[in-house]
């Protein structure tokens, strides 16, 4: 029993003996970990901790200056890194400094020297054991200057960037030519930028396609259009009248010189799609065919007929002609669809408009039943130019029509009045004197007209006076002068001075105009149904006379010496006042009061220089 006692004593003995040395040995051994630990401190403070690198540059062991030169040194990407922007087959090289990448070495430096003393005491000592075994590759802090790029970017653009444009024909001459239409380019330098960015910041050397925008143009080949423009220019345009129409006209040319003038190239869009049209200008060739319209128009015109005395029937005297009027706009886009066809004999296209009045209309269709009124003057003693004159104005209105309610217009009938239309020069009054004019003896046509609207009881819309008395216009039958005739005179000069009356009748009236120079008078006819209608007229005569001035003696020097020549005969001035009552059923249908005011007219001669006696011949009456 003793010694299993002792026995125990010894191993408990043993067992503490042992402990003690184990927990003295785990103390010794914290006391080196802390002892090395605040050895690790103390010798990196102030230091990057080991196995810390920015960038793969070994920055432990280094204080602050030693690792901003390192950093400086050997962190080369900004200064020799590639970055190569394409555009197709255009290469731009730069660097990432070129580019606007651009190192912080500081702040690297300070991230290195923060790595494993931030957070709790064990995240810094476990950092700091994670750089000493496995190491930390810190990266850089870079600061990429867009603006530096955007500059360079603007460089780059400036080689490849192209404006849009057209693809166009030029006409110079007879010569046709292409210009094709190029794609519009553009470098989206936003969308480059942010490519740039990605790529720097890798730190890698890199290949970057340049985001380039491409705006077509409408129009990128006009190679069609320029052929078929060459077609038009290959042979004159020939332009004709519609078979039957226009006999005699014959046809019209535009040669290849004066349609290259007016060509033009209209831009138009077929189903999304755009392209040139080839067409002579609208405007152009429009003022070419109002030309030619004027040669090819036809106004409708009523049949002419007289009315058969017996019979009591209407007769054709003169067919009616049915109106003929240029369509511009369709001839012209006539024009242009034949000539894109290239079809260069073109047909112009007309309107028509029948004429009111046909052959085939009768007096009971038109209300023209018997005579209203017959007038005449007398024109004895006129030469044959005045009488040819009289003759060719008053076969104007022999057998013309006038609708009922219209105004009917004399110089409108009478048209131009020129050599070319029958007439003839003779004397005429302009400007206050007494001239030779071609022309001369309408006047008594009108005058005639006027006298038959005057007491056929119709409205008179428009009257002029002559100047002077005028002694054709105050004769009678047997070649006498009567004063009652003074004051219904009328003249008419066109376009400046017209007669104008209305037919307020509810039928059309027929006009007859009948000249015989061998009696020197002239009758006019109306022709239509008579509804009652009455004249009364009174006349003051010529009254307020004014003797005719002192004859007049100018030198002419077409003349010869001592010879002398009658141009103007004196008349006396008047003042006539017409009054006319029309009645209808008992009832005043109208009054008017014609008042016409003569100057005094002095007679005129005209003699050859040198002439010294001038005598005063005897005044022509």
């Given at each position: 029993m003793r010694r299993t006692a002792i026995s125990s004593h010894v191993n408990q003995t043993i067992f503490v003996n042992i402990a003690s040395a184990l927990f003295l040995g785990l103390c010794l051994f914290f006391i080196a970990i802390l002892l090395l630990t605040a050895g690790y401190q103390l010798w990196f403070s102030g230091k990057i901790f080991p196995g810390v690198r920015v960038g793969g540059i070994d920055l432990g062991g280094l204080d602050e200056v030693r690792a901003l030169s390192r950093l400086a040194q050997e962190f080369a990407y900004p200064a020799e890194g590639k970055i190569l922007l394409v555009d197709g087959d255009r290469q731009f090289l730069f660097t990432p400094a070129e580019l606007g990448l651009v190192l912080d070495p500081t702040a690297s430096v300070t991230s290195a020297m923060d790595y494993g003393r931030t957070g709790n005491l064990m995240n810094r000592l476990g950092t700091q054991v994670y750089a000493l075994s496995t190491g930390a590759d810190l990266p850089p802090i870079l600061y990429f200057d867009q603006r530096e790029a955007y500059e360079r970017l603007s460089e780059v653009a400036q080689q490849i960037d192209r404006p849009q444009i057209e693809a166009a024909i030029n006409v110079d001459g007879l010569e046709v030519s292409v210009l094709p239409g190029i794609v519009g380019r553009s470098v989206d330098k936003d969308a480059s930028l942010m490519l740039l960015d990605q790529q720097v910041r890798?730190?890698?050397?890199?290949?970057?396609?340049?985001?380039?925008?491409?705006?077509?143009?409408?129009?990128?080949?006009?190679?069609?259009?320029?052929?078929?423009?060459?077609?038009?220019?290959?042979?004159?345009?020939?332009?004709?009248?519609?078979?039957?129409?226009?006999?005699?006209?014959?046809?019209?040319?535009?040669?290849?010189?004066?349609?290259?003038?007016?060509?033009?190239?209209?831009?138009?869009?077929?189903?999304?799609?755009?392209?040139?049209?080839?067409?002579?200008?609208?405007?152009?060739?429009?003022?070419?065919l109002a030309e030619l319209a004027q040669d090819v128009n036809v106004l409708p015109?009523?049949?002419?007929?007289?009315?058969?005395?017996?019979?009591?029937?209407?007769?054709?005297?003169?067919s009616a002609v049915t109106g003929r009027t240029l369509d511009l706009t369709r001839s012209v886009d006539s024009i242009n669809q034949n000539l894109a066809a290239g079809e260069h004999h073109v047909l112009l296209d007309f309107a028509y408009t029948p004429p009111a009045v046909g052959d085939d209309a009768t007096g009971e269709t038109l209300g023209i039943r018997e005579l209203i009124h017959a007038e005449t003057s007398y024109f004895y003693g006129s030469g044959p130019a005045r009488i040819q004159n009289i003759q060719a104005s008053a076969s104007r209105f022999h057998g013309l029509l006038v609708p009922p309610g219209a105004v009917f217009s004399m110089a409108e009938a009478l048209g131009d009045i020129s050599l070319d239309n029958g007439y003839a020069e003779a004397l005429i009054i302009l400007n206050g004197r007494t001239i030779s004019g071609v022309g001369g003896g309408v006047c008594q046509v009108s005058t005639t007209l006027f006298r038959n609207v005057f007491f056929s009881g119709y409205p008179i819309v428009e009257r002029h006076a002559h100047a002077?008395?005028?002694?054709?216009?105050?004769?009678?039958?047997?070649?006498?002068?009567?004063?009652?005739?003074?004051?219904?005179?009328?003249?008419?000069?066109?376009?400046?001075?017209?007669?104008?009356?209305?037919?307020?009748?509810?039928?059309?009236?027929?006009?007859?105009?009948?000249?015989?120079?061998?009696?020197?008078?002239?009758?006019?006819?109306?022709?239509?149904?008579?509804?009652?209608?009455?004249?009364?007229?009174?006349?003051?005569?010529?009254?307020?006379?004014?003797?005719?001035?002192?004859?007049?003696?100018?030198?002419?020097?077409?003349?010869?010496?001592?010879?002398?020549?009658?141009?103007?005969?004196?008349?006396?001035?008047?003042?006539?006042?017409?009054n006319r009552t029309v009645t209808r059923d008992g009832e005043v249908h109208l009054k008017d009061t014609i008042k016409t005011h003569y100057l005094p007219w002095a007679a005129v001669y005209e003699y050859g220089p040198g002439t010294k006696d001038i005598p005063t011949p005897t005044p022509t009456p």
């Open positions: 890798l730190l890698q050397d890199g290949v970057i396609p340049l985001a380039v925008l491409e705006t077509p143009p409408t129009i990128l080949d006009a190679s069609l259009q320029a052929e078929i423009a060459r077609g038009i220019l290959s042979e004159p345009l020939v332009l004709s009248m519609p078979p039957g129409q226009g006999e005699g006209l014959g046809s019209w040319s535009i040669g290849p010189v004066d349609l290259a003038k007016m060509l033009a190239f209209q831009r138009v869009q077929t189903d999304g799609v755009f392209r040139y049209e080839v067409i002579l200008d609208r405007f152009l060739l429009g003022n070419f015109q009523n049949a002419r007929f007289i009315f058969n005395d017996d019979t009591g029937r209407l007769e054709v005297i003169q002077y008395r005028v002694s054709y216009y105050e004769k009678a039958a047997g070649n006498r002068l009567d004063e009652k005739l003074a004051g219904l005179d009328a003249t008419v000069f066109v376009p400046l001075v017209d007669f104008k009356f209305t037919n307020d009748s509810p039928n059309w009236l027929l006009m007859e105009t009948y000249v015989s120079p061998t009696y020197g008078s002239i009758t006019w006819k109306f022709y239509s149904t008579s509804d009652g209608r009455q004249v009364e007229w009174q006349t003051t005569g010529p009254v307020n006379i004014v003797p005719a001035p002192d004859p007049e003696y100018n030198e002419n020097p077409d003349l010869e010496k001592d010879e002398i020549e009658q141009v103007d005969w004196p008349a006396d001035g008047a003042d006539v006042t017409v």
